[in-house]
């Protein structure tokens, strides 16, 4: 637990220093959302841009540290300011509409991905040299690829001349969104080939990963011991090799989810899907400063608890870390 606090105590620090960067860098640069906004606006008096400024929290409206405290106050209470691109909405709110997207979307992929990957990892380990094994530099290779070039083929493929799956959007257009069936099979129906994408170019990340830990872990004495009992086959795999083998996959997908919140963000362009990844896209190319921020800030934040995750799952799972972390 010491170790955990110690952990707590670090990503605490790192989460305001997160926080402050944010403040600081978007004032540092030339122009401010205000500018941006009174520019896109031709029908307003020069005097209120003082009021866009002051309704934004910058410029001149109060000191510096005065802005950075309530920038912090505001931030405690879920309050991310407005946005320049589609204001006089809220950024959180924003946020709020399209995160699901990606949390849906990216998420129940990542979930996907590990879970078969992790199993196939552990039968190439088993059955080296099979079938499995000998496919495994091709799946590879679909782990190198890029997340577009990837979903650009299968738009073309399976999109364009097949017609199986739609081209773009995250639902039919003239649908209402909510909770009814026609929109959800149709959320459902425009994710799958975005969501096969995602799968297809991580799964063997988890299936190599876990291979070679697992070829590590067969070599074990506690290994070969059950092996000698007698024991059978799928126990040995199981509950001796691929229990302590699976540690560092368990790790490394508590930090894929953090990564879940940023999504795909080619894929998301590719697709036009509403999520994350495209809302960024677009406050970039907006000058929408404020968005940017919210969203940098969430990615980071979310990322941070992720990495705590990771540390309290192995230090849960291997009693090792334990009797180090006391130490």
């Known amino acids: 637990?010491?170790?955990?606090?110690?952990?707590?105590?670090?990503?605490?620090?790192?989460?305001?220093?997160?926080?402050?960067?944010?403040?600081?860098?978007?004032?540092?640069?030339?122009?401010?959302?205000?500018?941006?906004?009174?520019?896109?606006?031709?029908?307003?008096?020069?005097?209120?841009?003082?009021?866009?400024?002051?309704?934004f929290g910058i410029g001149k409206s109060g000191s510096l540290w005065h802005q950075y405290g309530t920038y912090l106050w505001d931030v405690l209470?879920?309050?991310?300011?407005?946005?320049?691109?589609?204001?006089?909405?809220?950024?959180?709110?924003?946020?709020?509409?399209?995160?699901?997207?990606?949390?849906?979307?990216?998420?129940?992929?990542?979930?996907?991905?590990?879970?078969?990957?992790?199993?196939?990892?552990?039968?190439?380990?088993?059955?080296?040299?099979?079938?499995l094994d000998r496919l495994l530099p091709g799946l590879t290779f679909l782990q190198g690829a890029p997340y577009f070039f990837l979903a650009l083929l299968l738009v073309d493929l399976l999109a364009m001349h097949l017609h199986w799956f739609p081209i773009q959007q995250g639902y039919s257009q003239g649908l209402?969104?909510?909770?009814?069936?026609?929109?959800?099979?149709?959320?459902?129906?425009?994710?799958?080939?975005?969501?096969?994408t995602i799968v297809l170019t991580s799964m063997a990340g988890w299936m190599l990963q876990m291979r070679n830990v697992m070829i590590t872990t067969i070599g074990e004495d506690y290994v070969l011991a059950a092996q000698a009992k007698g024991l059978k086959s799928r126990r040995v795999i199981m509950t001796y090799a691929a229990r302590n083998a699976i540690l560092p996959n368990l790790s490394g997908f508590a930090l894929a989810l953090g990564f879940v919140v940023?999504?795909?963000?080619?894929?998301?362009?590719?697709?036009?899907?509403?999520?994350?990844?495209?809302?960024?896209f677009n406050a970039v190319s907006a000058d929408d400063y404020p968005l940017m921020q919210g969203i940098f800030l969430i990615i980071a934040?979310?990322?941070?608890?992720?990495?705590?995750?990771?540390?309290?799952?192995y230090v849960f799972a291997d009693p090792r870390a334990r009797t180090k972390g006391a130490k």
């Open 1 to 55: 637990m010491q170790f955990l606090l110690r952990r707590f105590v670090f990503y605490i620090v790192a989460a305001w220093a997160a926080l402050t960067v944010n403040f600081f860098v978007p004032r540092l640069m030339p122009g401010n959302p205000a500018e941006v906004l009174f520019q896109s606006l031709p029908s307003l008096q020069p005097g209120a841009l003082k009021a866009i400024e002051a309704e």
């Open 77 to 131: 209470h879920g309050n991310f300011g407005i946005s320049v691109a589609e204001y006089p909405a809220r950024v959180s709110t924003i946020i709020g509409e399209t995160l699901p997207w990606t949390l849906i979307l990216v998420g129940t992929s990542t979930v996907i991905a590990f879970v078969f990957g992790t199993l196939l990892g552990i039968m190439a380990a088993w059955r080296r040299g099979g079938w």
């Open 301 to 313: 934040l979310v990322v941070l608890v992720a990495n705590l995750a990771a540390d309290a799952i």
């Open 176 to 196: 209402v969104p909510g909770w009814h069936w026609n929109f959800i099979g149709s959320a459902i129906y425009h994710s799958l080939l975005p969501a096969i």
């Open 262 to 280: 940023s999504g795909a963000l080619l894929m998301e362009i590719v697709f036009s899907y509403p999520g994350i990844g495209l809302t960024l």
